[in-house]
C-alpha cells in the first residue's frame, strides 16, 4: 500500500505582522501569521529584545484567546438584578452617553466619588493621567493585589526593583540566587537565561517552598517555610558579616552606609542622618566630615557632633542588628525549615563567588565625582524575587533584606551581578509625590499615585483619617505606591470611610480570582441599603471577554482583543528595556474586529472629550485627541519634548525627547513593533554612580538631573514616619513604632496558627496567565483541572491519597477539592494553581467544563481583612507597610472528605457566546508548497556544543 506524501512546507500564510503579545506580562515580539483575514498561527519575533524569537505556551495560544467564545461583541446595560447576567444590547451612543452623565456628575460633585481601578492593562500611564484630569485620588492598578512590595523595597532601597526594573547578569554571572518566582512573570527572559547559566555551569539555587518549573531544573532546591525568607536572609547576612565577606569599598562608595546617625532618643530627629549645610556627615580618622570625593570615612565607631550629642555610622546599626545571635543558622532553621549546615554552605557559597571569581573589565569610565577608572569590577552573584516574597505581610522588609544583602556583596548593577533596565536607576525613592484631593470639577495638582518621603506627603484628614477609598498613603499603610486595588470594593461598601458614587473598572476579574474572597466579592456587588438601592449604587466594567465580573456591571463596555488594538509599552509606565539600554514597543491591529466593540483606551479619551477634561479637548472644546489612542501615543507630551513612544521623535531621527513625529508609528511598525537604544559598555555599569549614564538618563528625561543616586542601606524615610508615630490616631501609632524601621526586621504574619498549621499557595501555572489564559481553548487541554498539592509524607500522617477529595478549613471559610500527592512541596505546605476554577457559564465554557466542575480557588478561604483587634479595628489582610495583599499568609487544616466540590454558586448565563474557535484551523487550509525545508540549526543556549 502506497505511503501518502506530507507536504512539510505548506504555504499556510500570505502575509506577516510583527507587533507585541499580551498573553502574559513579558510583552515578547511576535509574528502573526494570516491568510486572507484570518490568523493561521504566532511564532516569536527572533529579532525583539525580550524574547529573540522564544515564544512560550500562552504566546502561541494567543490567536485562541483572540478568537474565544468568550469575546463580548456589543456594549450592554443591565436589566436584571446584578449577578443575573441580564442585559440588554445597546448603541456605543446610548453607552457613552450613559457613562458620560454618571461620570459627569459625579466630577461635579465630588470627583473622589469615582473609583477607577484597572487590572493589567499595560497601560497605566494613560489611565492613570486620566484619572488625575478627571480630578479623582481613587485611581489604582494591580500591583498593589500582586507585586508592590517588591517595587516599594527596591525603589526606596536602590531607585530600581526586581523584575521589570532589573535582571540578572544572564551572561557572567557564577551564582543565581532566586527567591519565591513562579513560571507565569517574565517567563521566556527567565527561561533563556537558565538555559544561559546551566549550559556555563554557573550554580542556580531556587528558595522556594514549591518546586515547580524553575526550582525543578535547579541545582539546589530550598523549600523554605513560607514567610520566613526574611529570616534566611538576615542569617546569610550574619555569615558574611562574621567571616568578613563584605565589600568594603562598594559600601563607601555607592551606599549610605558610612553616613553618620544621630544618636540621641527621645528628640526630634533621633535615628535620622547629622548633616551640615545638607550635606550628609561621616566619621574619618580625623573626625566628623561632610560626606565629599575624596574623603575616606570610615564604617563603624562613635561620633560627638558639633551641638554635642553623639552619632554613628549607618552601616555599625546594620551591623549590630544583624550580628544578633537570634540570626545564628541554628536560631533561625526550624522557623524556616532550612538547615544550618545549609544555611551556612550558601553563605560560604555566595562569598566565594563574589570574592574568588571577581570579574575585571578592561572598560575605562568615569564615575560621578570625575574620577576615571581604567577597569569595572564585577561580583557575579545575582538574584531575582517575586511574589513569593511580595505576597506576605512581611515582604516589604524582607525585599529589602536582599536588596542590603546584594549591597555587602557589592552585587548591584555589576558585570555578573543583579543590574537595573532603564529608565532605572530612579532616586531612592523617586517622586513624585501622590496628589491630594481635588476640587469639584478641577484635575488633581499631579499623580493619584506617588512615593511619600514623610509624614507630610500622607493623604489623610486633619484626624489622621483615610482620604483615599482604599486606604492607601493613611497611617494604616504609608508606602502603598500602587494603592490596595483589594480593598475598594469592601470600603465601597462598607462606606469605609465613606461611600462611593460609581465604580469603574478595566480587566479586573474582581467578582472572582482576582478578588481576595469571590463570595465576599458579590456579596459587596450585590448587597442593598435600607431603601433597596445597591450599596455600591453604579458599576461600569470594560473587558474583551465574558468574564465572573460582567454580569455584576450596570454598564458593560466592550474591549477588543490585543490583536485588534494599537498600545504603547512605554517608558512611562512598564517598559521592556534591558540592562544594555532602554527600549519600548507598540502594539497595533494586525486585524480589524468583527463585532460592535472598541479598544477601551480610545473610549477612555473619548469619555475624557465629552466630559472636558483637561488635556482631553482643545480650547475651544473639541477632542485633543479625535483620532483615539494612537493619536494619543503620537501628540501626547508629558513633559518637555516627551512622550509615551522614545523611538524616532521630531524629525524622525531623535531618540527619548524631541517633538511629536506624525511617522512615528510607521516607524516602529517597520522595525518589527518596537524601538531600542545600545548603551556604550562604559555605560552599562554602575549606573546610579556612572557620569555617562546619569548624564544620558538626565537628557533621556528618566531623572531630573545628572546627580548621583546612593543606595539606602538605611532608610531615613522609615525612620521619619517612626519618629512621626504619634502624628498618626492613637489605634495606629504602635503599628507604625513598629513596622517603620530603618533597617529591615522579620515577624510572623499575623494569622492565625493553632488550628490552622498549614500553609496554603495559590500561584499561576506557567501556560496560563490569570483567566484570561485558562478560557483558552488551546491552553485548557494542558490543564483544566487544578488539585491541592499535598507532600506525600503529611498525606499519609492524615490518612489521604492520590486523587482523594478533602476540606480545605481556614479561619475564613472552608472548600472542597481533589489532592495531588507530590514530594516536590514544602511538608508543611500545601498549594494549588489560580484561576484555572471557574464559575459555571463564565468565559463560554459549557456548564460541565472541568474547571467548573472540579477547578477551585483557594480565594474562597481568605479574607481581606484580620482579625478584630481591641477596640474592634481591623485592617486590611495586607503588609502594614506597603498596602500589599498577603494572600500568600494563609493558613489552614485539611481533612478527608466526601468527594464534591464547594463551595459553589448559581450558574451564570452568557446568552451571546461567539463561535466555539477549537475548529478554526480546519478552515484556514494551506493550498501551496514552498519547497525543501530548510533545518533548523541554532539552538539558544547549547549550540556550542554542536559546533
Known amino acids: 500500500m502506497a505511503q501518502a506524501e506530507v507536504d512539510l512546507t505548506p504555504v499556510v500564510a500570505d502575509e506577516v505582522k510583527y507587533t507585541t503579545c499580551y498573553m502574559c506580562a513579558c510583552r515578547c515580539g511576535i509574528r502573526v501569521h494570516l491568510k486572507g483575514s484570518a490568523i493561521r498561527y504566532i511564532d516569536g519575533n527572533p529579532d525583539h529584545p525580550v524574547n529573540k524569537g522564544v515564544l512560550c505556551a500562552k504566546g502561541s495560544a494567543g490567536l485562541m484567546n483572540h478568537y474565544s467564545q468568550a469575546r463580548l461583541s456589543k456594549p450592554l446595560k443591565r436589566v436584571g438584578p446584578r449577578g443575573s447576567g441580564e442585559f440588554e444590547e445597546i448603541e456605543w451612543d446610548e453607552a457613552l452617553a450613559l457613562a458620560t452623565d454618571w461620570l459627569g456628575e459625579v466630577r461635579q460633585k465630588d470627583p473622589k466619588k469615582l473609583a477607577f481601578f484597572t487590572g493589567r492593562d499595560q497601560s497605566q500611564s494613560l489611565t492613570g493621567w486620566w484619572a488625575a484630569q478627571f480630578g479623582t485620588i481613587n485611581f489604582a492598578a494591580h500591583g498593589g493585589f500582586c507585586s508592590v512590595n517588591m517595587a516599594a523595597a527596591g525603589l526606596y532601597t536602590l531607585g530600581g526593583a526586581f523584575w521589570e526594573f532589573g535582571e540578572p547578569d544572564w551572561d557572567r554571572t557564577e551564582y543565581f540566587l532566586m527567591f519565591g518566582v513562579a513560571e507565569d512573570h517574565d517567563s521566556n527572559p527567565i527561561k533563556t537565561g537558565l538555559g544561559k547559566i546551566k549550559t556555563r555551569g554557573a550554580k542556580f539555587v531556587s528558595v522556594n517552598p514549591c518546586r515547580t518549573g524553575y526550582s525543578a531544573i535547579a541545582d539546589e532546591w530550598v523549600p523554605i517555610r513560607p514567610g520566613t525568607d526574611g529570616l534566611l536572609v538576615f542569617s546569610l547576612i550574619r555569615e558574611l558579616l562574621l567571616a568578613e565577606k563584605v565589600d568594603w569599598e562598594f559600601l563607601v562608595r555607592y551606599t549610605n552606609a558610612h553616613w553618620l546617625v544621630i544618636d540621641a532618643p527621645g528628640d526630634a530627629d533621633h535615628g535620622l542622618f547629622a548633616r551640615e549645610d545638607g550635606a550628609p556627615l561621616c566619621l574619618t580618622r580625623g573626625g566628623v566630615e561632610p560626606c565629599a570625593p575624596g574623603v575616606e570615612p570610615v564604617l563603624t565607631g562613635r561620633a560627638e557632633l558639633a551641638d554635642g550629642r553623639t552619632s554613628v555610622p549607618a552601616f555599625e546599626l546594620f551591623a549590630r542588628r544583624f550580628l544578633s545571635d537570634e540570626y545564628a543558622p541554628e536560631k533561625v532553621a526550624e522557623t524556616c525549615g532550612v538547615e544550618p549546615a545549609q544555611i551556612r554552605r550558601i553563605a560560604a557559597e555566595l562569598a566565594e563567588a563574589a570574592f574568588e571569581k571577581e570579574i575585571t573589565l578592561d572598560v575605562a569610565w568615569e564615575d560621578w565625582t570625575g574620577r576615571k577608572h581604567d577597569t569595572i569590577t564585577g561580583r557575579p552573584v545575582s538574584m531575582h524575587a517575586m511574589r513569593g516574597i511580595s505576597a506576605h505581610a512581611n515582604g516589604f522588609h524582607t525585599c529589602r533584606a536582599i536588596h542590603l544583602l546584594q549591597m555587602i556583596l557589592g552585587s548591584v548593577d555589576c558585570p555578573g551581578g543583579w543590574r537595573m533596565k532603564a529608565p532605572y536607576p530612579k532616586p531612592a525613592p523617586p517622586g513624585p509625590k501622590p496628589a491630594r484631593p481635588a476640587r469639584a470639577g478641577e484635575p488633581l495638582a499631579g499623580m493619584p499615585l506617588g512615593n511619600p518621603t514623610g509624614p507630610e506627603d500622607l493623604l489623610v484628614d486633619s484626624a489622621g483619617e483615610p482620604l483615599r477609598i482604599d486606604k492607601a498613603y493613611s497611617w494604616e499603610h504609608p508606602l502603598s505606591s500602587h494603592g490596595l486595588m483589594h480593598m475598594v470594593m469592601h470600603n465601597a461598601w462598607a462606606g469605609d470611610p465613606y461611600p462611593v458614587d460609581v465604580l469603574f473598572m478595566y480587566m479586573a476579574n474582581m467578582g472572582w480570582n482576582s478578588a481576595m474572597n469571590p463570595g465576599a466579592a458579590m456579596t459587596y456587588l450585590t448587597d442593598k441599603d435600607e431603601n433597596g438601592e445597591y450599596r455600591i449604587p453604579k458599576v461600569i466594567y470594560s473587558d474583551a471577554f465574558w468574564s465572573e465580573t460582567v454580569p455584576y456591571a450596570d454598564l458593560v463596555l466592550p474591549d477588543t482583543t490585543y490583536l485588534e488594538r494599537w498600545d504603547c509599552i512605554s517608558l512611562l509606565d512598564r517598559p521592556i528595556s534591558s540592562a544594555e539600554g532602554a527600549a519600548d514597543a507598540i502594539r497595533h491591529p494586525v486585524v480589524e474586529p468583527d463585532r460592535d466593540v472598541r479598544p477601551f483606551q480610545t473610549v477612555l479619551l473619548d469619555l475624557g472629550a465629552r466630559l472636558g477634561l483637561p488635556g482631553m479637548v482643545t480650547p475651544d472644546g473639541a477632542p485633543q485627541y479625535p483620532g483615539g489612542y494612537p493619536d494619543y501615543i503620537v501628540n501626547h507630551e508629558r513633559g518637555a519634548a516627551l512622550g509615551p513612544l ?279 487550509v494551506p493550498t501551496e508548497s514552498v519547497g525543501e525545508a530548510v533545518p533548523f540549526r541554532e539552538w539558544l543556549s547549547t549550540k556550542e556544543r554542536f559546533e
Open 646 to 924: 522614545a523611538g524616532w521623535r521630531g524629525n524622525g531621527e531623535d531618540h527619548g525627547r524631541g517633538a511629536p513625529n506624525p511617522n512615528q508609528l510607521d516607524r516602529y511598525i517597520e522595525n518589527g513593533g518596537f524601538w531600542q537604544e545600545h548603551l556604550p559598555l562604559e555605560a552599562q555599569f554602575n549606573k546610579a554612580h556612572n557620569a555617562a549614564y546619569l548624564a544620558h538618563a538626565a537628557r533621556m528625561g528618566f531623572i531630573p538631573e545628572a546627580a548621583p543616586i546612593p543606595y539606602q542601606l538605611y532608610s531615613e524615610v522609615l525612620q521619619r514616619f517612626r519618629l512621626a508615630a504619634d502624628q498618626a490616631p492613637e489605634r495606629h501609632r504602635e503599628r507604625v513604632r513598629t513596622y517603620f524601621d530603618p533597617l529591615p526586621i522579620w515577624y510572623a504574619p499575623e494569622e492565625a496558627e493553632g488550628d490552622y498549621p498549614l500553609h496554603a499557595l495559590t500561584q499561576r501555572p506557567m501556560h496560563m496567565y490569570h483567566s484570561w489564559g485558562s478560557q483558552n481553548v488551546w491552553l485548557r487541554q494542558i490543564t483544566a483541572q487544578n488539585r491541592l498539592f499535598i507532600h506525600r509524607d503529611l498525606a499519609a500522617e492524615i490518612g489521604v491519597g492520590d486523587e482523594d477529595w478533602v476540606k480545605v478549613t481556614s479561619p475564613d471559610g472552608e472548600l472542597k477539592c481533589q489532592v495531588k500527592l507530590v514530594t516536590g512541596v514544602n511538608r508543611d505546605t500545601v498549594w494549588t494553581w489560580n484561576a484555572i476554577g471557574k464559575r459555571k457559564g463564565a468565559w463560554g465554557l459549557s456548564q460541565g467544563a472541568p474547571e467548573a466542575e472540579k477547578g477551585f480557588l483557594l480565594n474562597h478561604v481568605i479574607s481581606e481583612l484580620l482579625p478584630p483587634r481591641e477596640g474592634g479595628q481591623r485592617y486590611s489582610n495586607s503588609d502594614p507597610v506597603t498596602g500589599q495583599a498577603a494572600w500568600f499568609d494563609l493558613r489552614v487544616r485539611i481533612e478527608k472528605c466526601a468527594p464534591g466540590l464547594s463551595p459553589t454558586f448559581e450558574p451564570m448565563e452568557h446568552p451571546a457566546k461567539m463561535p466555539d474557535p477549537s475548529g478554526h484551523g480546519a478552515k484556514v
